[in-house]
């Protein structure tokens, strides 16, 4: 699976973006979809995740109530959407496919990675 990450840009807080990921392989629909983010000297951490199935999502404490994780499995894409947005969401956006599908929030159970998509939110 390659992943390709797009939608990132500047925006002022309180602003919105949407993050889009397109997949390409026949095996999207199955596997478990989630966002990372990382910032200059941190370490990548947990955004959000949605099952295969559309059915679960998880989400970080930090975004929950205005971030909203989505996937359309006939366009092998998955979304970010990004509301009420604050200068501490600044990050480079990385989107992951995890192929076991079931949901985590541990960087190390996703197997593949797309490049990542800068979010910067100036105050």
């Known amino acids: 699976v390659q992943l390709q990450a797009s939608g990132g840009g500047l925006v002022q807080a309180g602003g919105s973006l949407r993050l889009s990921c397109a997949a390409s392989?026949?095996?999207?629909?199955?596997?478990?979809m989630g966002w990372f983010r990382q910032t200059l000297g941190k370490e990548r951490e947990f955004v959000a995740a949605i099952s295969w199935s559309d059915i679960s999502t998880r989400y970080a404490d930090s975004v929950k109530g205005r971030f909203t994780i989505s996937r359309d499995n006939a366009k092998n894409t998955v979304y970010l959407q990004m509301n009420s947005l604050k200068p501490e969401d600044t990050a480079v956006y990385y989107c992951?496919?995890?192929?076991?599908?079931?949901?985590?929030?541990?960087?190390?159970?996703?197997?593949?990675w797309g490049q990542g998509t800068q979010v910067t939110v100036s105050s």
């Open positions: 392989g026949r095996s999207f629909s199955s596997y478990t």
């Open positions: 992951a496919a995890e192929r076991d599908g079931y949901i985590s929030t541990i960087l190390n159970e996703y197997d593949f």
